[in-house]
């Protein structure tokens, strides 16, 4: 698995003046109060969308195939994809703390505590999901037909929650409720439930992946 790490990672210092552009987008968007939540957002999503899209380079010229001669498994291929993007974003979020602590340390934005971890559970949140999501689409379809993949997915969810509204407007269900419970929540019972709520959801994605890749033929 040290290989695939170093070889991700060599793959990502290509990428220099992209992450840099990242980077100085991040710091603009988290000079101001106003967009701070897409600031912190912004970077994380966007190196895990960076690190996940290593499985488009190792895919191409029937790559994988050829990766997979050497004495890998495809179960720590798999692993070191989610290892790598999650030390990725881990990487991001320790980068976005430090500028919004120096931004706020210049009187540029005011940080509170509970604006902060509101802003990190955000960005673990949204980072979360499209790990959970591009993984094991990528394994599947390839990097060509990712993107219809995609496509295909976000209408089915945008389908489902439309459905849910619909519904819960029909059969005059109050959907308030939730967001009062969720305002009443401590800090630590949402923390903990973002947590696990990602954890879950990345577990699912990694089990779905290593059945992809177990039936794959190269």
């Known amino acids: 698995m040290k290989g695939l790490l170093i070889k991700d990672w060599k793959l990502i210092k290509n990428q220099k003046t992209f992450i840099i552009s990242m980077i100085v987008i991040s710091i603009f968007f988290l000079s101001s109060d106003k967009n701070m939540q897409f600031g912190f957002t912004y970077l994380s999503t966007m190196i895990v969308l960076l690190t996940t899209n290593t499985i488009a380079y190792d895919d191409q010229n029937n790559g994988m195939g050829y990766l997979l001669t ?116 401590s800090p630590i019972v949402i923390s903990v439930g973002i947590i696990l709520l990602s954890l879950g959801m990345l577990t699912i994605s990694c089990l779905i992946s290593l059945a992809i890749i177990e039936r794959k033929q190269f």
């Not at 945008?158 to 009062?180: E, N, P, Q, R």
């Open 70 to 185: 050497f004495p890998i498994s495809r179960k720590y291929y798999v692993l070191e994809k989610y290892l790598f993007a999650a030390a990725a974003l881990s990487a991001s979020l320790c980068a976005s703390t430090v500028i919004l602590l120096l931004l706020s340390a210049n009187g540029r934005v005011v940080l509170t505590p509970e604006t902060f971890l509101t802003l990190l559970l955000s960005a673990i949140l949204c980072a979360a999901i499209i790990m959970s999501v591009l993984i094991p689409v990528q394994l599947k379809f390839g990097s060509e037909k990712t993107r219809i993949a995609l496509l295909i997915i976000f209408a089915g969810v945008f389908v489902i929650c439309y459905g849910i509204m619909h519904l819960a407007k029909t059969f005059s269900i109050d959907m308030s409720i939730i967001s009062g419970y969720l305002k009443q929540a």
